[in-house]
């Protein structure tokens, strides 16, 4: 994810699994008359070009919110169409490399009849990602193709593709999207920025995304993905941001996606950083030990 313009498996240290999919019934955004002007963060140009405001969030994350490896728990809630919900509980494991390479690996701990599957993945910049899904049903690991690149991890909104895209997205520049800074917003009482950004490329999947960035952490706090003829195909929040050390870290996320009236809901637990891990956790031959 070399930087990550979403944290996209969110973060951290409580206990308390709340039940956030209630915040996806309404909309929390609402514009507000304020200037470009950040009370908080200050830009070359004075108000803040698109990617000026990009730009100064990654120079964040590569200075003093940098981090080079993290592990997490996580609750995840999936509800289908019909109303009926579905809960998993997830370990992860990231590390960042060098050359914004960075590699993760989700492994299911809970229910029973689920644990031990394992996602993991590897990103490089300028390269598509490299993804592995092990099963122990079948006690098989198998790369993750365009076959079931739609699919979501344990029937999730966010597809491999989405996760992809999302940590891909991370290194775009000029050359890759346009961008258009909109007039300011609050989602849920925090002044943002709001960008949007149109792919250059024809393999993205969507043909427009818009970014909400907190104003004084620029902590992404919400994010829409466009289909043609301008129709929103999923929707992706994120709540709760608290500090772990100097990382301001989301403890909830929620993804919809309207036409398929289905939602999910992810809260954070047990969040450490800087633990000293070793490449061997990422090793895609090692995934079926990973959930023993």
Known sequence: MKRSVLVIVLAVSTRCYGAPDAALARDTTTTTATSTTDPCITFPSGKGT???????RKILEDTTRHWGDRHQR?????????????????????KRYPGDERRTLV???????????????WVARGKPAEQWLYQPGNHRTRRVTANIGDEGFEGADLTFHDIDLLQEMQSWSEADASTRLRSAESVADTPTYVIELTPRRDN??????????????????KIEFYGDKGRLRKRLLQSDVRMVGSIPVPYRGEVETPDAGTRTAITIGDLEFDRGMNDVVFSPDRLGVAGR
């Not at 698109?50 to 100064?56: D, G, M, P, S, T």
């Not at 960035?213 to 620029?218: A, K, N, Q, S, Y």
Request: hydrophobic share 50%.
């Open 107 to 121: 492994l299911v701990r809970a229910p029973a009849d689920k644990q031990g599957t394992a996602f993991l993945v």
């Open 74 to 94: 996580m609750r995840m809630r999936v509800v289908d169409g019909l109303g009926n919900a579905r809960t998993t509980e997830l370990e992860m494991w990231e």
């Open 204 to 221: 993205v999947g969507y043909d427009r995304f818009i970014l909400w960035l907190g104003r004084c952490d620029l902590v992404p706090r």
């Open 50 to 56: 698109a990617w000026e405001i990009l730009e100064r």
